[in-house]
């Protein structure tokens, strides 16, 4: 990240989940880039899109060996969006 002000490559981003998405509503992120440099701190809050519905998994093989029926959650969550190139 190259800061605006002093073209520094000293910004600092920090990604803070204010809301979390659900299946029914759209959630919020906030990214603070601040530049160690010169000090300038922009922050700007994204929206994190809604889960996508649990589809249902169909077994298609004829083995039940497990019966647990938990239900697989998505890890991460951060699927992209918003348009921002994140570079690291
Ligand atoms: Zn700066």
């Known amino acids: 990240m190259e800061c605006a002000i002093c073209q520094e490559l000293t910004i600092t981003r920090t990604e803070q989940v204010i809301q979390q998405p659900t299946i029914c509503n759209t959630g919020s992120q906030e990214i603070r880039d601040r530049c160690h440099c010169c000090g300038n701190e922009s922050t ?44 690291w």
């Open 44 to 87: 700007q809050s994204i929206i994190l899109p809604a889960l996508p519905p649990p589809s249902p998994v169909y077994s298609s093989s004829s083995q039940s060996s497990s019966t647990s029926s938990n239900s697989s959650d998505f890890g991460g969550g951060k699927s992209g969006g918003g348009g921002a190139g994140e570079d």
